[in-house]
Nanobody, 119 residues
């Protein structure tokens, strides 16, 4: 069963921080690299950060490198995204999902969590 529940979004001032959480079904979480994606109004969904199955390797989009940190907890089937030094360009709906490749995105998505950064 495919199941993804994102949470932790909200309204924050520029320079602030948020921590997003995503609880995934074991079917998705186990044995899969995971990623955080985001979609801003009027824009295509983009990949923000990825983490390997074992959590030993992470990658970030250039726009968030040095500000965002992805992590995962295998005991909780949960993926996190710590977001620091937020700016208005980070405003988007954030989603987590399996990571296949930089250009191949999954078909099924959760509801996402809204992040709004005010200037």
């Amino acid at each position: 069963q495919v199941h993804l529940v994102e949470s932790g979004g909200g309204l924050v001032q520029a320079g602030g921080s948020l921590r997003l959480s995503c609880v995934a079904s074991k079917t998705i979480f186990s044995l899969n690299a995971m990623g955080w994606y985001r979609q801003a109004p009027g824009k295509q969904r983009e990949l923000v950060a990825t983490i390997t199955n074992g959590g030993l390797s992470t990658n970030y989009a250039d726009s968030v490198k040095g500000r965002f940190t992805i992590s995962r907890d295998g005991a909780k089937n949960t993926v996190y995204l710590q977001m620091d030094s937020l700016n208005p360009e980070d405003t988007a709906v954030y989603y987590c999902n399996r990571y296949f490749s930089d250009t191949v995105y999954p078909d099924y998505w959760g509801q996402g969590t809204q992040v709004t950064v005010s200037s």
